[in-house]
C-alpha cells in the first residue's frame, strides 16, 4: 500500500461474488473481477447506511450503488452520485489493493 500507510486485510477476493457486493462493518466493497471498490458505508445525503435492506448495495442490474432511502444512484467506478438528493456528491472512497494472493487490503484507519 502506498505512502506508508499500514495496510490492513479486509478479506479474501473470493469472499465478494463477482459482480456483487459485501458490507464490512463500516465499510463495503463491490467486486468486478480482480478490481474492487471500497466505500464507507455513509449516503453523502443524511449520513445513513446505504443498504436499509441489509447487504444490498447495488441495483438490480448491479451496475449502480443504491441508497434506497431516498433513491440516489452512484457510480461504481468512483462513487459519483448521478441521481437523488445528493447529486453531485460523492460516496468517501477507500484506496483498495488486491495482492497476488486474492487478499484486499485497506488502511488500517479506513472506516474507523
Ligand atoms: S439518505 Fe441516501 S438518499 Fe437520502
Same mark, same amino acid.
Request: proline share 5%; with cysteine; aromatic share 10%.
Given at each position: 500500500m502506498a505512502g506508508g500507510v499500514t495496510p490492513r486485510a479486509l478479506c479474501r477476493l473470493e469472499d465478494i461474488p463477482d459482480g456483487q457486493a459485501r458490507g464490512f462493518g463500516a465499510l463495503f466493497a463491490i467486486r468486478q473481477g480482480r478490481t474492487v471498490f471500497v466505500y464507507v #458505508?455513509?449516503? =453523502?445525503? %443524511?449520513?445513513?447506511? $446505504?443498504?436499509? %435492506? =441489509?447487504?444490498? *448495495? !447495488? #441495483?438490480?442490474?448491479?451496475? $449502480? %450503488?443504491?441508497?434506497? !432511502?431516498? #433513491?440516489?444512484?452512484?457510480? %461504481?467506478?468512483?462513487? *459519483?452520485?448521478?441521481?437523488g438528493p445528493c447529486i453531485g456528491d460523492s460516496l468517501e472512497a477507500v484506496a483498495a489493493e488486491v495482492d497476488a494472493e486474492g487478499t484486499v487490503w485497506v488502511p488500517e484507519d479506513a472506516g474507523w
Open positions: #458505508n455513509s449516503c =453523502p445525503h %443524511i449520513g445513513v447506511s $446505504l443498504d436499509v %435492506i =441489509p447487504g444490498r *448495495f !447495488l #441495483n438490480h442490474q448491479r451496475s $449502480l %450503488i443504491v441508497c434506497a !432511502l431516498h #433513491n440516489a444512484w452512484f457510480r %461504481i467506478e468512483d462513487g *459519483f452520485c448521478t441521481h
